[in-house]
């Protein structure tokens, strides 16, 4: 399967400074990818669709200016939280579609967002 | 709207026993259905899609249209099945046009004790 990498895998940062994902496909050349929120021992959240080359599509209730999304390349989606708080820790995990299936999903390790 | 409920959030059984994960859906598109795993410190990963009806690991799952359900079952649970198990929705509009995005169940905590 397709390989799939998130960095940083944590980080801790101060209420009101800005944090960015990336997330990387080390294999695969993605078109597409997906940016996902989990709560503890919860589900995951849609949170936006990242496109390459044009602007991303944000998930009803989902702040486009809190969480920007970049999507330069075919291997990189980038996702920024800006004026980052405490409500915003969270683990953030990205996929990427499998070639032949759309539906099929191969997801990143996750960042852990830590905001105090 | 699209949705997925998993209505046990924890599931507990012995090594050896039966186990189903309960999953339904409400869609009304063209269905598509997965079951992703997500083992302790480790990534999620798909287990298996109904379309392909296979087994994985000894694990199981049926789409059921008509009670609008894809339980996963496997008939002797292992300690190493201890997970989050998540079902999870896709689908495509009528023309077959898969969107690529999944709606994912809250998922159910699976212990396996020895």
């Known amino acids: 399967g397709a390989v799939v990498s998130q960095h940083p895998s944590r980080v801790i940062c101060k209420s009101g400074t800005s944090v960015k994902i990336e997330c990387r496909s080390l294999?695969?050349?993605?078109?597409?990818m997906f940016w996902y929120r989990q709560f503890p021992k919860q589900s995951l959240m849609l949170m936006a669709t990242?496109?390459?080359?044009?602007?991303?599509?944000?998930e009803q209730g989902v702040e486009k200016d809190k969480f920007l999304i970049n999507h330069a390349s075919l291997t990189l989606s980038t996702l920024t939280v800006t004026s980052a708080h405490p409500e915003d820790s969270s683990f953030y995990i990205c996929?990427?579609?499998?070639?032949?299936?759309?539906?099929?999903?191969?997801f990143g390790p996750g960042t852990r967002l830590t905001v105090l | 709207a699209q949705r997925v409920t998993q209505p046990e959030k924890l599931l507990s059984v012995f090594k050896g026993a039966p186990v189903e994960l309960k999953c339904n859906y409400s869609?009304?598109?063209?269905?598509?259905l997965f079951w992703y795993v997500q083992y302790s410190r480790q990534r999620l990963q798909l287990l298996l899609r109904?379309?392909s009806r296979e087994s994985i690991k000894g694990f199981t799952a049926d789409l059921n249209k008509g009670e609008t359900s894809f339980h996963l079952k496997k008939p002797f649970a292992q300690e190493e099945d201890s997970a989050m198990y998540y079902c999870?929705?896709?689908?495509?509009?009528?023309?077959?046009?898969?969107?690529?995005?999944?709606?994912f169940g809250q998922g159910t905590i699976l212990t396996v004790h020895p």
């Open positions: 996929s990427h579609p499998a070639g032949g299936s759309p539906d099929t999903q191969y």
């Open positions: 990242s496109n390459e080359g044009s602007k991303a599509t944000y």
């Open positions: 109904h379309i």
């Open positions: 294999d695969f050349q993605a078109t597409t």
């Open positions: 999870a929705l896709g689908g495509s509009n009528a023309g077959g046009t898969s969107y690529g995005k999944l709606t």
């Open positions: 869609y009304s598109g063209s269905p598509e």
